[in-house]
């Protein structure tokens, strides 16, 4: 067999060497393998060269490929395109191949690397780290032209064995480098006694490696460090505890700390937040709990139970004794307020005598009995009515006008409160029932037919402010707003502790220590921050009991009040009704100026003016603001010329006052006139009232006779009620001309003129000429008194018709 294969070798070199007659070209050849590929003659794959003039098989360019690796062990893709002529994307796919089939090889960065490459790298890197102890991979990977990475996966499966050293944080180390850097971090750690953060203790060794390795050192890492550490404490050969990976705490500082919380807690059985703080504990809650688990935590320490049985037996004794205590002189100097509150709420005592009222307290560290506290209050409670309900005197008025006073600004502004609660119902009552009667038609009368219907019904009627005050106006502060919008309630409160002249929280301070001077006798430096609790929580109880006192006092004089605001009411009524009355019979006079003048000054003096007073006397006491201004107003309207001016004035005084005046409506005219007709002007007192036709019978004094007559004549033949001056008495005869027959008007003219004679006489008489003027105004009386029957009879038999 290997004889016929020598055979046709030697044959197909001698068909080679021999040469051919016929010679093809290069087109021929190349379309000749074509039609033979095509036949399927070549049934194998072929690859063009770069150069187009020659044929390779894949076979023989993977072959090709692997000599080159073998020669240096790694081979770029771009060279071996370069060498075997073949484009670059045959060459890749082969390499591909070619490296799939050997797992010798790889393919990295456009790269074919055999592991005896990195063999032979790893060989030379060990040279190296072994002559300067420690290697950067980055100045590996950039010899090598490779990446970082690629330098770490290629030296850490030949670590300890063609590598000797250590890799840690892109460093190599050899194994003595690894164990002198070891001794350091253990010499470190054990030498520290206090909690320290690692990255400090690292930077402090760098810089000592840097100081002994001079130019030449390498900057070692921090995670290389810490990896030498755990390592120690893994092994245990540095004791302590590890915290978020960075906080070390020696095991030699937490049996300190320990010992000292120990110590500490034992022999005073608390132990504050801040000294925790202090040894380095960051959860001081926590960790005394969790030692310690019969303890009770408070706002700023931990106590132990014995401390609360201390402060219990404390306050107990303090209640049973009925006197007080403040827990922070039992509790330890560093105890707050807030701690003393916390602990008391955990003495069983303390919670037990609360909860039967025996105790309570105040100011978050006093603890007071309440029969401590029931006989300061009491005393205080007898010194606390020198204050009064009135006044800063403490003196109550007994004059009937306070009485009014009170009513009306019970009434108006502070109708919520509850000692005006009583007088406030029964007014509204009445004035709805007022107000209904007059709908109806049926209020009217004189004076004297209101105070009989008043005298008849039961009911009690206090005055109120009308609408148009109840509105807010520029001039009304907001307290005197209606309470029935909200918040009226609230600030009805205000008013009323106003009102009420309230002792301060200072005064009642100075009360306790003027009853209690063992407060100062104890020593205490500022007695006050004892007291003050003590007097916040007794000044509401006095301020009730002054509302109380308050309310006890309005009851008392209820029917009092009563009975003198209807008696205002029914004055001012009298008064406005018949004012208004009068002002009518002034509208006859106004065509002649100066006579109306006179009338109107005559009506503003006489009747209006004892109006007026009538109500500034039960005023006088109380004139705010707005008042004030109304009542000026009254006074230069009085003073002046318009009566229609002073009634508007008048109005509104009586309205801001909180009074309801009657408005004159013509069913209460023709009462009123009747009334008028019968009884004439209206006098107060004891003085008995006779009806102007009785009075003209009855009179004697022939001047007083005209002006009654004259009135009488007004009532009979105008149906007006008349006020006229003397001055004016000749002028309002004259209006009666066309009223009367001739001869009636002449008894009424003559005896005018006979009157004006005998007055002139009287007026006239002076001196030497006064027995003569004497006889002269005899004989002019005894002329008069005999004219007065005629004058008599000529109104009377009106009358009596």
């Not at 290389?224 to 095991?251: D, I, M, Y």
């Not at 004794?321 to 807030?338: E, H, K, M, N, T």
């Not at 403490?394 to 006073?405: C, E, N, R, T």
Request: glycine content about 6%.
């Amino acid at each position: 067999m290997d004889d016929e294969l020598l055979e046709l070798q030697k044959q197909f070199e001698y068909a080679q060497q021999a040469k051919s007659s016929i010679r093809l070209s290069e087109r021929n050849v190349v379309e000749l393998v074509q039609k033979l590929h095509e036949l399927h003659i070549i049934d194998f794959d072929l690859l063009h060269t770069v150069s187009g003039k020659e044929y390779i098989t894949p076979e023989q360019l993977r072959h090709e490929i692997m000599t080159e690796i073998k020669k240096v062990g790694r081979v770029s893709l771009i060279d071996l395109a370069d060498i075997t002529g073949v484009d670059l994307y045959h060459v890749e796919k082969q390499a591909e191949q070619v490296v799939s089939g050997d797992p010798g090889l790889m393919l990295i960065q456009g790269e074919i690397i055999s592991q005896s490459y990195w063999d032979s790298v790893a060989e030379e890197i060990n040279e190296r780290l072994q002559e300067c102890s420690q290697l950067a991979l980055a100045e590996l990977a950039a010899q090598l032209q490779i990446s970082s990475e690629l330098v770490t996966s290629v030296l850490e499966p030949r670590l300890g064995t063609m590598v000797k050293g250590r890799l840690e944080g892109g460093q190599l180390y050899t194994p003595a480098y690894v164990a002198r850097v070891g001794a350091m971090v253990r010499g470190a750690a054990r030498g520290i006694t206090v909690p320290i953060n690692l990255s400090a203790l690292w930077s402090t060794l760098q810089k000592l490696l840097l100081e002994m390795d001079g130019a030449t050192g390498v900057a070692v890492e921090g995670s290389f460090f810490q990896s030498l550490f755990n390592g120690l404490v893994k092994e245990g050969e540095v004791l302590g505890s590890v915290r978020a990976g960075a906080h070390w705490t020696p095991t030699v500082f937490a049996i300190a700390q320990r010992e000292c919380i120990d110590s500490f807690f034992s022999q005073n059985s608390f132990i504050s937040y801040d000294a925790l703080h202090k040894l380095g504990i960051s959860q001081p809650v926590q960790f005394l709990q969790s030692r310690y688990p019969e303890g009770k935590h408070l706002v700023t320490v931990f106590v132990h139970p014995s401390m609360i049985e201390i402060l219990d037996a404390a306050t107990e004794d303090a209640v049973e004794r009925g006197s007080w205590i403040d827990s922070l002189s039992v509790l330890p100097a560093s105890f707050g307020s807030q701690d003393a509150s916390k602990i008391l709420s955990l003495c069983p005592s303390v919670q037990s005598a609360l909860k039967a009222n025996k105790a309570l307290i105040l100011g978050e560290s006093y603890v007071f009995s309440n029969g401590f506290v029931k006989d300061v209050y009491d005393r205080v409670e007898k010194e606390v009515e020198s204050f009064g309900l009135s006044g800063s005197s403490g003196i109550m008025p007994s004059d009937d006008s306070y009485l009014i006073k009170e009513a009306k600004v019970g009434q108006d502004t502070n109708r919520s409160s509850e000692a005006s609660e009583t007088s406030s119902e029964s007014g509204h009552k009445n004035v709805l029932e007022k107000g209904s009667k007059k709908k109806r038609g049926k209020s009217g009368g004189n004076v004297k037919s209101g105070a009989t219907e008043s005298g008849a019904d039961d009911t009690e009627y206090i005055p109120t402010k009308s609408k148009k005050n109840q509105k807010r106006g520029k001039d009304t502060p907001p307290s005197q707003v209606s309470d029935s919008k909200p918040g009226a309630k609230k600030d009805g409160g205000k008013l009323q502790e106003g009102n009420l002249n309230v002792p301060s929280e200072e005064w009642v301070i100075q009360k306790i220590m003027m009853l209690n001077p063992d407060f100062e006798e104890q020593g205490i430096d500022d007695p006050k921050t004892i007291l003050r609790p003590l007097a916040s929580y007794m000044r509401p109880m006095l301020i009730n009991y002054l509302k109380e006192k308050r309310k006890a006092l309005f009851t008392e004089n209820a029917e009092k009040m009563k009975r003198l605001l209807d008696n205002l009411q029914k004055k001012l009524d009298e008064s406005f009704l018949n004012m208004q009355l009068y002002e009518k019979a002034l509208d006859l006079f106004e065509d002649d100026q100066s006579t109306s003048v006179i009338m109107h000054r005559h009506l503003l003096r006489a009747t209006a003016a004892t109006l007026v007073d009538t109500l500034f006397l039960n005023l006088a006491k109380s004139f705010p603001g707005p008042l004030s201004k109304r009542a000026l107003a009254v006074i230069e309207a009085l003073e002046g010329k318009q009566v229609e001016t002073f009634m508007s004035a008048f109005k509104e005084l009586a309205e801001e006052s909180g009074l309801h005046l009657k408005k004159l409506d013509k069913k209460l005219e023709r009462t009123l006139l009747h009334s008028y007709r019968k009884v004439g002007l209206p006098v107060y007192g004891d003085t008995e009232i006779w009806d102007l036709t009785s009075q003209v019978s009855a009179e004697t004094d022939p001047v007083s006779l005209l002006a009654k007559v004259v009135s009488l004549l007004y009532v009979q033949v105008h149906n007006k009620a008349l006020q006229a001056p003397g001055r004016a008495i000749s002028v309002a005869v004259s209006r009666l001309k066309d009223k009367m027959d001739d001869s009636a008007y002449k008894v009424l003219t003559d005896y005018q003129t006979a009157t004006v004679t005998l007055l002139a006489l009287m007026s006239a008489a002076t001196g030497d000429e006064q027995d003569c003027s004497s006889d002269r105004i005899l004989s002019k009386r005894e002329h008069l008194e005999n004219l007065m029957p005629a004058l008599k009879g000529l109104v009377l038999g009106s009358s009596q018709s």
